[in-house]
T-cell receptor, first 117, second 112 residues
Framework: GAVVSQHPSRVICKSGTSVKIECRSL??????MFWYRQFPKQSLMLMAT?????????EQGVEKDKFLINHASLTLSTLTVTSAHPEDSSFYIC?????????????FGNGTRLTVT | AQTVTQSQPEMSVQEAETVTLSCTYD???????LFWYKQPPSRQMILVIR??????QNATENRFSVNFQKAAKSFSLKISDSQLGDAAMYFC?????????FGTGTSLTVIP
């Protein structure tokens, strides 16, 4: 149980275009989902906390107008990278807690490798 | 913000041997949770083991066990009988409320 599906796994886009990444909880409801960014051989950097039915909470230094997050249902959160630039190329991972308890571990999607040319 | 420190960027172990990965954290709270995650080359994050801070007994999951020292704010992971499939990045994580903080990771190499 507690499966998180993330799509697409890889995407290549041209500079200036927008890219949408989807994160779905397949067998549980997630009122909160988390979006991370990971550079090669580095740790996960929390970008934002996505809250169902309300605005996302962004970490300091993350541009909310560039990284648009929508959490329209209890099983789906989306991250849209707007006007992408080569420096946005990275590995993006979403996660969610099953059960809603604070002692529940995070379950992760398989990640999306974004390449902006 | 809480900080999680993994002082060993890289570790190696002979197959079938035991290795211990270190993790320390900084917090003023008494109730929190600690986790170890594994990230193999596939980049999928996999939960290895969890520990509740209010429990004194160290968590164990098959070949994986932790040494939780609450006063020292230390949470090390011991892998026994290491296998080739254990090769991965290992991240220590601290959680309280809706916050999750990851350490910088330790890259584990298993030598055949």
């Amino acid at each position: 149980g507690a499966v998180v599906s993330q799509h697409p796994s890889r995407v290549i886009c041209k500079s200036g275009t927008s890219v949408k990444i989807e994160c779905r909880s397949l067998d549980f409801q997630a009122t909160t989902m988390f979006w991370y960014r990971q550079f090669p051989k580095q740790s996960l950097m929390l970008m934002a906390t996505s809250n169902e039915g309300s605005k996302a909470t962004y970490e300091q230094g993350v541009e909310k107008d560039k990284f648009l997050i929508n959490h329209a249902s209890l099983t789906l959160s989306t991250l849209t990278v707007t006007s992408a630039h080569p420096e946005d190329s990275s590995f993006y991972i979403c996660s969610a807690r099953a059960g809603g308890h604070f002692n529940s571990p995070l379950h992760f999607g398989n990640g999306t490798r974004l390449t902006v040319t | 913000a809480q900080t999680v420190t993994q002082s060993q960027p890289e570790m190696s172990v002979q197959e079938a041997e035991t290795v211990t990965l270190s993790c320390t954290y900084d917090t003023s709270e008494s109730d929190y949770y600690l986790f170890w995650y594994k990230q193999p080359p596939s980049r999928q994050m996999i939960l290895v083991i969890r520990q509740e801070a209010y429990k004194q007994q160290n968590a164990t999951e098959n070949r994986f066990s932790v040494n939780f020292q609450k006063a020292a704010k230390s949470f090390s992971l011991k892998i026994s009988d290491s296998q080739l499939g254990d090769a991965a990045m290992y991240f220590c994580a601290y959680s309280r409320g809706n916050q999750f903080y990851f350490g910088t990771g330790t890259s584990l190499t298993v030598i055949p």
